[in-house]
């Protein structure tokens, strides 16, 4: 059984900064990518970022030059660093881990954490 537990949401003001973690637990050999999703209120989920195990990036236009991703193989850990927030990335933010090997291959989701930006 793998499970995702992100932390680091919250609240903060317009121009503030926040770090996600999100941590895969479970008998995992190995993770292929992991990557950021959030979901504002009302509207459909977005690719936020990804990272491979390898540490090749993308990242969505929106969050280009403010948003960073970072991952500890070691950990299975995942991270986000969100600066310069705007009202706009108000959202819950999941995290997510493709091909995790087990023994067989899967897909998991994380149960997602709120950021909420004020203005």
């Known amino acids: 059984q793998v499970q995702l537990m992100e932390s680091g949401g919250g609240l903060v003001q317009a121009g503030g900064s926040l770090r996600l973690s999100c941590a895969a637990s479970?008998?995992?050999?190995?993770?292929?990518?992991m990557a950021w999703y959030r979901q504002p209120l009302g509207k459909q989920r977005e690719l936020v970022a990804t990272i491979t195990s390898g540490g090749t990036t993308y990242y969505a236009v929106s969050v280009q030059g403010r948003f960073t991703i970072s991952r500890d193989n070691t950990k299975n850990t995942v991270y986000l660093q969100m600066n310069s927030l705007k009202p706009e990335d108000t959202a819950v933010y999941y995290c997510?881990?493709?091909?995790?090997?087990?023994?067989?291959?899967?897909?998991?989701w994380g149960q997602g954490t709120q950021v909420t930006v004020s203005s």
């Open positions: 479970g008998s995992i050999f190995s993770i292929d990518t």
């Open positions: 997510r881990a493709d091909r995790v090997f087990t023994g067989s291959w899967h897909d998991y």
